[in-house]
T-cell receptor, first 111, second 113 residues
Framework: SQQGEEDPQALSIQEGENATMNCSYK?????LQWYRQNSGRGLVHLIL?????REKHSGRLRVTLDTSKKSSSLLITASRAADTASYFC???????????FGKGTTLSVSS | NAGVTQTPKFRVLKTGQSMTLLCAQD?????MYWYRQDPGMGLRLIHY???????AKGEVPDGYNVSRLKKQNFLLGLESAAPSQTSVYFC????????????FGPGTRLTVL
C-alpha cells in the first residue's frame, strides 16, 4: 500500500516562479525523502528530513515536515525549465529497511 | 564508478516466457531493491535484499523471484511472464542501515504481449 500521497498530481508554472508540492503519509516515520525523476530516467535523491527536524534547506529546495499532521512539503524557489520532472516523496518507517513511495507530482516549468 | 546499472534496457516478451533482469552496483552497498513503476502508481517494492545471500518480499512479490548470490548483483526473475507485468523496473541500492539515500538504476522497460 502506498504510504505517501503527493498533492497536486500535476503542476504547471512559469520560469522564476516558486513550486510547492505536498506529501501526506499514514504511519510514523524515521525520515522522509524527496526524489526527482526526469522523463525516462531513474530517480535521484534530493533531500532527506528526519522525524525530529521541522525544516531543511538545500540550494533552492526547502522541505518542511509536520509529524503531527503527517505531512511534508517541498518548495522549489525560482524554478527553471530544467526543474521539469516528477517529484516523489518516500518514507522510511521506524524499523523499515525499504522506502515507501508516493505516486508523485509532475512539475512542468515553461520558459 | 558506474553506480547502479541495469540489463537489459528494453525487452518484449510473449505471455508465458521467462527472463531475468540483472542489476549491478559498484558502490559496495549492502542493501538492494527491485521496484516496478506503473503509470499513476508511483514505485512499488517487489523484493529487496539486506545483504549477500538474503532476500525478502516487498509489497508486490507475486510472479517474481530474486537472488543475491554476489553482493554487487541482484537478479529479478519472471518465470512465466503475464501482461500484468508490463512495467518499468527499477533497481536501487543503499549503503547500509545507517545510510538512508537510495541510488537508482536507469530502469528496464518490459512489455509482455
Amino acid at each position: 500500500s502506498q504510504q505517501g500521497e503527493e498533492d497536486p498530481q500535476a503542476l504547471s508554472i512559469q520560469e522564476g516562479e516558486n513550486a510547492t508540492m505536498n506529501c501526506s503519509y499514514k504511519t510514523s516515520i524515521n525520515n522522509l525523502q524527496w526524489y526527482r525523476q526526469n522523463s525516462g530516467r531513474g530517480l535521484v535523491h534530493l533531500i532527506l528530513i528526519r522525524s525530529n527536524e521541522r525544516e531543511k534547506h538545500s540550494g533552492r529546495l526547502r522541505v518542511t515536515l509536520d509529524t503531527s499532521k503527517k505531512s511534508s512539503s517541498l518548495l522549489i524557489t525560482a524554478s527553471r525549465a530544467a526543474d521539469t520532472a516528477s517529484y516523489f516523496c518516500a518514507t522510511h518507517g521506524q524499523a523499515g529497511t525499504a522506502l515507501i513511495f508516493g505516486k508523485g507530482t509532475t512539475l512542468s516549468v515553461s520558459s | 564508478n558506474a553506480g547502479v546499472t541495469q540489463t537489459p534496457k528494453f525487452r518484449v516478451l510473449k505471455t508465458g516466457q521467462s527472463m531475468t533482469l540483472l542489476c549491478a552496483q559498484d558502490m559496495n552497498h549492502e542493501y538492494m531493491y527491485w521496484y516496478r513503476q506503473d503509470p499513476g502508481m508511483g514505485l512499488r517494492l517487489i523484493h529487496y535484499s539486506v545483504g549477500e545471500g538474503t532476500t525478502a518480499k516487498g509489497e508486490v512479490p507475486d510472479g517474481y523471484n530474486v537472488s543475491r548470490l554476489k553482493k554487487q548483483n541482484f537478479l529479478l526473475g519472471l518465470e512465466s511472464a503475464a501482461p500484468s507485468q508490463t512495467s518499468v523496473y527499477f533497481c536501487a541500492s543503499r549503503q547500509g542501515v545507517s545510510y538512508n539515500e537510495q541510488f537508482f538504476g536507469p530502469g528496464t522497460r518490459l512489455t509482455v504481449l
